[in-house]
């Protein structure tokens, strides 16, 4: 839901019913929008440290330059060509030695 359209609509002069009209909410909905104040800082997502490291990091040009020339790549396409060149397996490898076995 676009919140920031039911205010501005309101400042520019519209009335609460009106705007209910337009959106098809009803008009206790659209009031409680409006006079809610707007959230100040932005929801921040929690922290990952300590989670399992991103050992793809240094594959992640290879990927780019793949996407940039074809931007409908699907993923098991770009997993079957990171098999191919044997970067998967190398990236596995990796993986269980830094987390043990799965």
Known sequence: MELRRYRSLFEAGMSISEIARETGLNWRTVKKYITASPPVVVPKGTSRKGCIPQVITEYIPVIDAWLRADIALKG????????EQSLLTELTGRFAQANGPL
């Open 76 to 83: 098991t396409v770009i997993h079957e060509r990171l098999v």
